[in-house]
């Protein structure tokens, strides 16, 4: 049964159009992560939430935005794609307590033509 | 600030072969450690994990023992298949005031047959 589940598997959007990325759980878990990730790099964190409490990186680009409208469900929007952020954007759940596992979704691969 | 290194791949072996992938951190107090891998195109997945000093996480004949004197957590498997290629992230959640996970930069495992 899938446990994060992430919409859609692939993306392709041209270049400067927006797009949004979606992620669900079904763990009813706390923390909601997205990150990207290039050419099985490690996974680069964009921002996080504990509910509804959002922690942007700081070197997150203002391109980039979230939203958790409800525990279930968290959106990345990506404003104005460009070439460089084509990538494997991941989701991630947990509890959010010190010894709790990350559980990932599939994740999504944005191609930006 | 915390860190995990992890030993640099590619890491090539033929099938039965002995397994070792060095990981090691730097952490402040008692960091959770954990083993995840990444199959081509997929998310990542749990592969085990250690919440404290001496515990060893085991998973489908991996294994890895937290070793807090030497800050390490090496993932091993006697006899390595075809099926375990795949590129293996070293992770630890950071303990205090934060919800973070830092993962390594992935050691991509080859299996010959």
């Known amino acids: 049964d899938a446990m994060v589940i992430q919409n859609p598997r692939y993306q392709v959007t041209q270049f400067g159009k927006p797009v949004t990325l979606s992620c669900s759980q079904t763990l009813n878990h706390n923390v909601m992560y997205w990150y990207q990730q290039k050419s099985s790099q490690a996974p680069k964190l964009l921002f996080h939430y504990y509910d509804k409490d959002f922690n942007n990186e700081a070197d997150t680009p203002d391109n980039f935005q979230s939203r958790r409208p409800n525990t279930s469900f968290c959106f990345l929007d990506i404003r104005s794609p460009g070439l460089g952020d084509a990538a494997m954007y991941l989701c991630a759940t947990s509890r959010g307590g010190s010894t709790d596992t990350q559980y990932f979704g599939p994740g999504t691969r944005l191609t930006v033509l | 600030g915390d860190s995990v290194t992890q030993m640099e791949g590619p890491v090539t072996l033929s099938e039965e072969a002995f397994l070792t992938i060095n990981c090691t951190y730097t952490a402040t107090g008692y960091p959770s450690l954990f083993w995840y891998v990444q199959y081509p195109g997929e998310g990542l997945q749990l592969l085990l994990k250690?919440?404290?000093?001496?515990d060893k996480g085991s998973n489908k004949g991996f294994e890895a023992t937290y070793r807090k004197e030497t800050t390490s957590f090496h993932l091993e498997k006697g006899s390595v298949q075809v099926s375990d290629s795949a590129v293996y992230f070293c992770?630890?959640?950071?303990?205090?005031?934060?919800?973070?996970?830092?993962f390594g930069t992935g050691t991509r495992l080859k299996v010959l047959a």
């Open positions: 992770a630890l959640r950071i303990t205090s005031g934060t919800y973070k996970y830092i």
């Open positions: 250690a919440t404290k000093a001496d």
